[in-house]
Nanobody, 122 residues
């Protein structure tokens, strides 16, 4: 059974930092691209960042470039999202997702986690 389990969400003041973790199981981690998405209240879900577990290539949405860093620990089957300089507009439920293809991940990933809440206060 495929599982993606997010952790690390919480409440922080603007300018603060959080690190999200996505622990994956049930599939060959090295073959998959893993991504982070978020959904704020009343808004559509949007892609934040993704990483290819096979070659380490990464992608970031313009809104988080320079502030968020995605990384992968293949030995632990875990992907991290280090979020620095957080802003109130980063407030959302953050979801981890996985797919065999990096481009397909961004459009319609095969697997989703349950989400973790991130709240940034001003």
């Amino acid at each position: 059974e495929v599982q993606l389990v997010e952790s690390g969400g919480g409440s922080v003041q603007a300018g603060g930092s959080l690190r999200l973790s996505c622990a994956a199981s049930g599939f060959t981690f090295d073959d998959y691209a893993i991504g982070w998405f978020r959904q704020a209240p009343g808004k559509e879900r949007e892609g934040v960042s993704c990483i290819s577990s096979s070659d380490g290539s990464t992608y970031y949405a313009d809104s988080v470039k320079g502030r968020f860093t995605i990384s992968s620990d293949n030995a632990k089957n875990t992907v991290y999202l280090q979020m620095n300089s957080l802003k109130p507009e980063d407030t959302a439920v953050y979801y981890c997702a996985a797919d065999l293809g990096l481009l397909r991940l961004w459009v319609s990933p095969d697997y989703w986690g349950q989400g973790t809440q991130v709240t940034v206060s001003s």
